[in-house]
């Protein structure tokens, strides 16, 4: 079994966090980072699953990045 390591960013929304796989543009969410963690690690082994080689070659992002940076403001 293939494995390949992607990005997980994650976003506090309310009382829940969101999570993204840039990668594919996959999403899901839990109630704690780890839990949002996991749960996006299944939404993209199912994608993965079930999606045809085309359809993951389409939406596969080979290079992303994630950085900060300061802004001026006030």
């Known amino acids: 079994m293939a494995h390949t390591v ?3 960013i994650l976003e506090r929304e ?6 993204l796989c840039p ?4 999403a899901s969410q839990g109630t704690t980072v780890e ?3 996991a749960n996006l690690k299944e939404a993209v ?3 993965l699953e079930c ?3 085309e ?3 389409r939406r596969l992002r080979s290079e992303v990045y994630v950085t900060r940076f300061e ?3 006030g």
């Open 35 to 37: 839990e949002a963690t």
């Open 6 to 8: 992607f990005t997980a």
């Open 71 to 73: 802004a001026a403001h």
């Open 14 to 19: 309310g009382g829940a966090f969101v999570a």
């Open 55 to 57: 359809e993951v070659h």
């Open 51 to 53: 999606a045809g080689p």
């Open 45 to 47: 082994e199912l994608f």
């Open 23 to 26: 990668e594919l543009d996959v």
